[in-house]
């Protein structure tokens, strides 16, 4: 009789449906373990991009060598989110001289367009899309900048991946396609358009093959040309051709008098941890002014996806959000307080406007002087220890829709961030590089490298570096549990236009956190939802020193991979 009704059990458990096994090590969200390996690592958005970094390691080339590289595959195969219309931060270890570098590689408006010329036509906001916000793209010159003081191969040999791969063509992802697709209707009025990225008329589908040989023309002509061929030569005279034509501002002498900037990044010690980001004209100290307010709470107490934690971080990021919209823009138009505004007396402050129990309507910007006296992200290292973390954008995208003649890349639409009311930190002004909001990470510990990491999308990027943090330090994730974890999204406070929040905005919920949750916070007073696609998209790598590794993980949010050998 016993072994009868064994056998029925057995019938029934191979009747049922086969489903992937529930993960038997770390966390019940975790999509994959982290990729460990010796060599080198490389973690991008497409998995196509990360093999190319991987090869030009085993070239011989470094870190920084494959950073340009998979960035230059990147702008071909993933425009929806970036290329060489775009701008361009990084921050790089050199292993040479163990010191952190930073680079804001980000384009400035044209000297000929004023703001009263927009006054003149009422608008109160620069348009997201056509002439009006194109600035000048900073992406080659930055390339070329992180190559002089860093690189090991020739411009020639990092571009020759995307050269091939533009002329040959490659199989589109699926992520890609989708976003490619949703662009369409908008930007295929805009000219040049369709010409490069609706072939057959449509957009790609997942799988088709997708060549682009204008855009590999242009990029031997910048291999065999340098920087120049981009900003003072016969690409240079095209789009000023272009952009005269189609009514736009942008001159042949706002691309000849670009430069990128060398910076210092700034950091903040969270408990025990160096956490880096660049200064403005980006909202990297965002994610610093959330650390520093939420360093004093019990956040590993509360655990990971509790309501306390989830409400004293939406309150953290309504804090420092007010101080973005007023205070974060160029700094050679304004005196910025960043000290003061990552200080952790500053921090102190803002922590004491926190109800613990009932969540803000809204909050007034702060007052630092009184202690003053769609993106991709990539990360890349090397055998010798060298790491980049870099991030390139179109904004909005696949940017502004305007395709120059012949040169197979859309120009970037940046300058939508400008405020167009006067007397503001970020107001428009000729020259002037707008608010931005891709921002590059990393984390140093006792002075040596610990994480190279970033999170792309908008206004989620200084949430979203805030969120891996807490999930590797508080919540002792590992670094791909830390990306794959639900995240918390508020939207709604001031924008850099300097929008007010006046109802405490939207929190939205990734799914897997319980309904309990969603409930708690709702009795708070949070206007609490879920949504879908704005939660950004990460990659890493981590270095142990003991066993002398790096790993490296890329979330599933996005076509990306993280490999090493």
């Known amino acids: ?225 340098g920087r120049d061929v981009f900003y003072k030569g016969e690409l240079a005279k095209t789009m000023d051709a272009f952009m005269k034509r189609v009514g736009g501002f942008l001159s042949f002498e706002d691309l000849a008098s670009h430069q990128s900037d060398w910076v210092e990044p700034v950091s903040t010690n969270y408990r025990g941890y160096d956490v880096w980001e660049l200064p403005p004209n980006g909202q990297g100290i965002a994610a610093l002014q959330i650390l520093n307010i939420l360093e004093d709470y019990d956040l590993q107490g509360w655990g990971f996806g509790s309501k306390e934690y989830i409400h004293h971080f939406i309150e953290a990021k309504k804090l420092a959000f007010e101080d973005r919209a007023k205070f974060y823009a160029d700094p050679d138009f304004n005196r910025i307080p960043v000290e003061a505004l990552i200080s952790k007396e500053y921090a102190a402050q803002r922590r004491a406007l926190i109800n613990p129990e009932r969540a803000a309507k809204r909050y007034e910007a702060g007052n630092p002087a009184l202690l003053a006296g769609d993106t991709i992200y990539l990360t890349t290292a090397d055998k010798d220890g060298n790491m980049v973390s870099l991030i390139q954008s179109n904004y909005r995208g696949m940017g502004t829709g305007l395709s120059p003649d012949g040169l197979g890349f859309i120009f970037q639409d940046r300058g939508e961030l400008f405020d167009l009311e006067e007397g503001n930190f970020n107001t428009y002004a000729p020259g002037k590089r707008p608010f931005h909001t891709i921002i590059p990470a990393f984390i140093t510990k006792d002075g040596k490298p610990f994480m190279s990491f970033g999170v792309m999308g908008g206004a989620t990027q200084p949430q979203g570096h805030a969120q891996i943090v807490i999930n590797i330090i508080d919540f002792g994730m590992n670094i791909q549990e830390a990306g794959d974890a639900p995240r918390i999204l508020h939207q709604g406070s001031s924008q850099p236009t300097g929008e007010e929040m006046t109802n405490g905005g939207n929190v939205y919920l990734e799914s897997g956190l319980p309904y309990e949750v969603y409930r708690d916070l709702r009795k708070m007073g949070h206007r609490v939802g879920t949504n879908v696609g704005s939660f950004g998209g990460y990659q890493a790598i981590m270095i142990d020193w003991e066993n002398k590794v790096y790993y490296g993980a890329s979330e599933s949010r996005k076509d990306g991979q993280a490999a090493g050998y």
């Open 1 to 225: 009789m016993i072994k009868s009704i064994n056998s029925i059990i057995l019938v029934s458990m191979f009747s049922l449906p086969i489903y992937a096994q529930d993960r038997i090590t770390g966390r019940s969200f975790a999509t994959r373990s982290e990729v460990i390996a010796r060599n080198g690592m490389a973690a991008t958005s497409q998995p196509l991009a990360t093999q190319v970094a991987l090869d030009i390691l085993k070239q011989g080339g470094n870190a920084i060598d494959a950073a340009i590289a998979a960035n230059a595959v990147l702008g071909l195969m993933e425009p929806t989110g970036n290329g060489i219309g775009g701008d361009l931060f990084a921050i790089v270890w050199d292993a040479k001289t163990e010191k952190l570098y930073g680079l804001n590689a980000s384009g400035r408006s044209p000297r000929s367009l004023t703001l009263d010329y927009f006054k003149k036509r009422g608008l109160e906001k620069i348009p997201s899309h056509g002439p009006l916000p194109v600035t000048v793209p900073g992406c080659v010159d930055g390339w070329f900048e992180l190559h002089k003081k860093f690189g090991n191969l020739s411009m020639k040999e990092n571009l020759a991946p995307a050269i091939k791969y533009a002329r040959e063509g490659f199989p589109l992802s699926e992520l890609i396609a989708y976003y490619w697709n949703r662009s369409v209707p908008l930007l295929q009025e805009y000219e040049g358009f369709k010409e490069t990225f609706m072939p057959n008329g449509r957009a790609p589908k997942k799988g088709e093959v997708f060549k682009n040989p204008n855009l590999a023309n242009t990029l031997e002509k910048i291999a065999k040309g």
